[in-house]
């Protein structure tokens, strides 16, 4: 039994942080240990929702409640996305440092969410620094996307030469596996999208159709299950095959049926059983 300690947001209504990572997790029949930095009603890209920041304190607390079952030692990895504050931050790599002290075996995925194309930056002063300087260098495994890979390594890239260079730059920070998704580069067809798997000096690409669907949640679900299929594998090409042909399906069901909110229990099956799979390319 593979258990995860997943540390994220969480909304009542729809899919994000954790409301968007614990389910596909335990679809695959990996145990999960939800610890919620947030409870909202729903996520803030509706512009009104109710609900409470939670600080640090109140995530350790919890980890040590976890830790008072003596169960740490039988964690597996830790899994981080969105963080609200400086402190949820550092209480995250504070939990990773306990679960390693107990299973040295354990690995640290972090989602080191901080802006998109479009978007710019968005997350609260000072989280950026956090990323670059604590969370990433704590990591086994990163799961940027395009703009975050640029910001993580201070370089803009065009070309897939120059995705290679961030990358590296990034796993000199600390990292073995970095997955880059919503990836744009210079031969990137119009009408599709990218995702790079890196690990070990070699790169594999993914490329899927650009759909039109514009949801929250999904870099989410991709790195709940890049992180669980790398488990599965210790394989950055296969966990890239197997993660983005289940979200490339979530997303078509999504938008097939036109709905505001990722259909992640109507398309559960696209978790274990994806309808569409699409070449891995080392490149």
């Not at 729809?14 to 990572?21: D, E, L, M, R």
């Not at 990034?170 to 970095?178: F, I, S, T």
């Not at 950055?236 to 505001?260: I, P, Y």
């Amino acid at each position: 039994m593979v258990s995860v300690l997943s540390i994220q947001s969480h909304v009542a209504y729809g899919h994000v942080g954790n409301s968007s990572a614990v389910f596909p997790l335990q679809r695959l029949g990996i145990e999960v240990w939800p610890v919620h930095t947030v409870q909202f009603s729903n996520h803030t890209g509706y512009g009104q929702w109710t609900g409470r920041v939670f600080d640090g304190q109140a995530v350790e607390e919890v980890v040590q409640g976890i830790a008072d079952r003596g169960v740490l030692g039988s964690c597996d990895a830790v899994l981080s996305g969105y963080l609200g504050s400086a402190d949820i931050g550092h209480a995250v790599v504070a939990t990773v440092g306990r679960v390693r002290a107990a299973n040295p075996d354990a690995v640290y995925a972090c989602d080191p969410v901080i802006g998109d194309v479009g978007r710019g930056v968005f997350v609260r002063p000072g989280i950026e620094e956090l990323m670059r300087d604590v969370a990433v260098p704590a990591a086994d495994v990163v799961t940027p996307n395009h703009f975050e890979l640029d910001l993580l390594s201070g370089t803009a890239t065009r070309s897939l030469s120059e995705v290679k260079d961030a990358v590296a730059a990034v796993q000199a920070l600390g990292p073995r596996a970095v997955l880059t998704t919503s990836l744009v580069t210079d031969d990137t067809p119009d009408d599709a999208i990218d995702l790079l798997a890196s690990e070990g000096g070699r790169h594999f690409r993914v490329r899927t159709p650009k759909l039109d669907v514009s949801v929250n949640g999904a870099g989410d679900a991709i790195a709940a299950l890049f992180l669980a299929h790398w488990l599965d594998t210790r394989s950055a090409g296969e966990a890239l095959s197997r993660a983005s042909a289940s979200v490339f399906g979530l997303l078509q069901r999504t938008e097939d049926a036109g709905s505001r909110e990722i259909l992640l229990v109507a398309a559960q099956e696209e978790f274990v059983s994806p309808t569409r799979t699409f070449e891995v390319t080392e490149v």
